[in-house]
């Protein structure tokens, strides 16, 4: 085995999308050197697949637990309180994925909730010591807001896809414990990404999938997996005008600290 391997920080390998070669998605994953996968949470209707997907590997795949904010609805006290029961009886390595989605019209409609079960969360991993995964869709400038009125020498965790501005990397980067997720969209054609972290060091990044979504070039259009990660990981050593081993052995560094594995 190479020395140095990578840490996928944000794969839904539970997704239905995968229940036909789960075992095999896996397995391509450790072909491709990527031996850590950290699975975040979506809701209460997820949590036991997200058991059974662990189940198939647990010396390689890490489950956090956390209410995503499209599912945030008028139940979602209800529903953290689910999650507050699975910290108690179950191994989590982090809060996630949490946040808030503005995307989508459906959401926008559920803003406040979202702000609020978001903050709880927050709190929630403060109280326990644990890493959180954040979403930030068409919401950065709210969420970040949130996580600076929460912050503290026990918050710590990533800013999940991130495609926003060189400032808006900055920020994250005075924050303290927090990192910058770099996914998919680093590969895109189009993309303003690389230029927008060029000055970020590395040792503010994390590389993750958001499998089975935002599939990296040239798999554009398929279903993402865990395997892609090194496609990430050569793009960015690009954009830093470093080696992939060098992006390899921080970025897993960053990650092991993170999440304590």
Excluded at 5 to 33: C, G, K, P
Excluded at 89 to 95: A, F, Q, R, S, V
Excluded at 120 to 132: G, H, I, R, S
């Amino acid at each position: 085995m190479n020395e140095t391997y990578f840490v996928d920080t944000h794969a839904h390998l539970f997704w239905e999308s995968f229940d036909n070669d789960r075992q095999e998605v896996i397995h391509r994953a450790m072909e491709n050197n990527v031996r850590k996968i950290i699975l975040p949470n979506v809701d209460q209707q997820s949590i036991d697949l997200l058991k059974k997907t662990v189940a198939l590997a647990p010396d390689n795949l890490f489950p956090l637990i956390g209410l995503h904010p499209s599912s945030v609805k008028d139940d979602y006290q209800e529903i953290l309180k689910v999650i507050e029961q699975e910290l108690t009886e179950n191994k989590y390595y982090g809060i996630g994925e949490i946040g808030i989605d503005l995307y989508w019209p459906e959401n926008r409609k559920f803003r406040q909730q979202q702000e609020q079960a978001f903050r709880l969360q927050l709190q929630m991993a403060k109280e326990l010591n644990l890493p959180v995964v954040i979403h930030t869709r068409d919401s950065f400038d709210i969420t970040y807001q949130i996580v600076k009125e929460e912050n503290s020498d026990r918050l710590r965790g990533i800013f999940h896809c991130f495609t926003g501005t060189s400032e808006q990397a900055l920020a994250i980067a005075d924050l303290g414990d927090f990192y910058i997720g770099i996914g998919g969209v680093i590969t895109f054609k189009n993309s303003k990404l690389g230029e927008r972290i060029k000055d970020i060091p590395l040792d503010y990044m994390v590389l993750e999938t958001d499998s089975p979504f935002l599939t990296p070039h040239p798999h554009r259009g398929k279903r993402n997996e865990s395997a892609y990660i090194p496609l990430i990981a050569q793009k960015l050593a690009e954009v830093k005008n470093t080696s992939v081993e060098e992006v390899a052995t921080i970025t897993t560094r960053n990650a092991e600290k993170l999440f304590g594995i």
